[in-house]
Nanobody, 121 residues
Framework: QVQLVESGGGSVQAGGSLRLSCTASGFVFPADCMGWFRQAPGKERGGVASIDTGGHKTYYRDSVKGRFTISRDNAKNTLYLQMNNLEPEDTATYYC??????????????WGQGTQVTVSS
C-alpha cells in the first residue's frame, strides 16, 4: 500500500527558507519519478517540481525556478524540496506524489495529508 508522508512545513516571513520532506513506503521508491505539488485555497493543485529516478534530471514550474530545489535520497526513501527566498504567493499545502517521468502528471489519485506552508509579507 502506497504511503507518502509530507513534513517540514511552517510559517515564515517573505525571503525565508523551508525544507520539505516526503517519506515514502509501500512501493519501490528508487524506481519511480517523484514530484512536489501545491494547492492554495480556492485554487487547483498544480505541479511545482519533479525529479527522475536517479535524481539527475529535475523540472520546475517557472515561478519557482532559481528558488526551489528538488532532491531525493533513494537509500532513505525520501524526497526533499528546499525552498529559498519564499514569497507570499508560495503559501499553499504541499504534497508529494509519484509522477510520470519528465512531467508534472501524477500517476495516481492517491495523495498524502500534505504539509502547510505559510509565507507572510
Amino acid at each position: 500500500q502506497v504511503q507518502l508522508v509530507e513534513s517540514g512545513g511552517g510559517s515564515v516571513q517573505a525571503g525565508g527558507s523551508l525544507r520539505l520532506s516526503c517519506t515514502a513506503s509501500g512501493f519501490v521508491f528508487p524506481a519511480d519519478c517523484m514530484g512536489w505539488f501545491r494547492q492554495a485555497p480556492g485554487k487547483e493543485r498544480g505541479g511545482v517540481a519533479s525529479i527522475d529516478t536517479g535524481g539527475h534530471k529535475t523540472y520546475y514550474r517557472d515561478s519557482v525556478k532559481g528558488r526551489f530545489t528538488i532532491s531525493r535520497d533513494n537509500a532513505k526513501n525520501t524526497l526533499y524540496l528546499q525552498m529559498n527566498n519564499l514569497e507570499p504567493e508560495d503559501t499553499a499545502t504541499y504534497y508529494c506524489a509519484k509522477v510520470y517521468c519528465h512531467t508534472f502528471s501524477p500517476m495516481s489519485s492517491y495523495w498524502g495529508q500534505g504539509t502547510q506552508v505559510t509565507v507572510s509579507s
